[in-house]
């Protein structure tokens, strides 16, 4: 039985929805009316250590899909719960939906990434890190009028989109030779120039936003998204979708 937590979340239906088919898959939830449809539901809190002890009992593989606790000391309580809760219930094996870059660093908010990663090595579970990449789904370029307005400096991104990145934990849950493996799930670098170029229309370079997306974007500028690995593609047996078919696509529809 493969276990899934979070699975009410955008990531964790599509995990379901993959697995579904072929694979006897739990969904462990907060609230069961916001359940995916058609599989078993196990209530598990990450605030609630004994819920996951209860919930993980009789997996042989539990997909640890991080939370979206924005507190890192918070987060942190509610991983190493969850790790310590799979442990004692004996799971077979564990993939945690880490963060590129959290094996080596624990700055800003890759500090939950790399402790749970460090709980997740410490417990004994066999394991997969599955360090995935930003959403390229938050990332999508829109034009607006007639133009493609960004401030990335025209650097790449490699993120991915979430449809890939379930599959790629879909795949992990139910293959073989995945165990002790820490996999950099980064996308095809992309950059704003080329999607405008794709799309026909002028790239111009403006101020960013404020808040979190403007502390991104500096990061893009930066250069610090265009670390590359073959990971995802060797995961998903195919090559992981592109930024450019994705806009593409959205135009034709
Ligand atoms: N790589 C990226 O770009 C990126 C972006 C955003 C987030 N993330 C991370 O990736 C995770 C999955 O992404 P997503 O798109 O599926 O996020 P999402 O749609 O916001 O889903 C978050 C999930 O976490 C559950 N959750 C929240 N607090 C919980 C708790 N105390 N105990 C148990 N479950 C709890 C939510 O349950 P409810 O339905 O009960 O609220 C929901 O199922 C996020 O949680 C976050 O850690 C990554």
């Given at each position: 039985m493969i276990v899934v937590t979070a699975a009410s979340g955008a990531l964790g239906r599509l995990v379901v929805e993959r697995l579904r088919p072929s694979a006897a898959v739990t969904a462990v939830v907060r609230d069961p009316a916001r359940a995916p449809e058609g599989v078993p539901v196990r209530y598990g809190d990450y605030d609630d250590p004994a819920s996951l002890r209860a919930a993980f009992d009789g997996a042989t593989r539990l997909l640890l899909i991080s939370s979206p606790e924005l507190d890192p000391r918070r987060r942190i309580a509610q991983h190493l719960a969850a790790v310590t809760a799979a442990a004692e219930a004996g799971v077979g094996a564990v993939a945690y939906t880490s963060f590129l870059g959290a094996g080596t660093s624990a700055a800003g908010m890759l500090e939950a990434h790399h402790a749970t990663e460090r709980a997740?090595?410490?417990?004994?579970?066999?394991?997969?890190?599955?360090?995935?990449?930003?959403?390229?789904?938050?990332?999508?370029?829109?034009?607006?009028g007639g133009e493609l307005l960004a401030s990335t400096g025209g650097r790449g991104l490699n993120t991915a989109f979430r449809s890939d990145l379930a599959e790629a934990a879909a795949s992990v849950l139910t293959g073989d030779g995945h165990l002790g493996q820490a996999y950099d799930l980064a996308g095809p670098l992309w950059t704003h120039p080329e999607v405008a170029e794709a799309l026909g229309v002028p790239y111009r370079e403006v101020p960013g936003p404020e808040g979190p997306m403007g502390w991104i974007n500096a990061q893009v500028r930066a250069g610090a998204l265009e670390q590359r690995s073959a990971d995802l593609e060797k995961v998903l047996g195919r090559p992981a979708e592109t930024m450019i078919s994705r806009v593409l696509v959205g135009r034709a529809t």
């Open positions: 997740v090595r410490a417990s004994g579970v066999p394991f997969t890190l599955l360090r995935n990449p930003f959403y390229g789904d938050a990332f999508v370029p829109v034009v607006t």
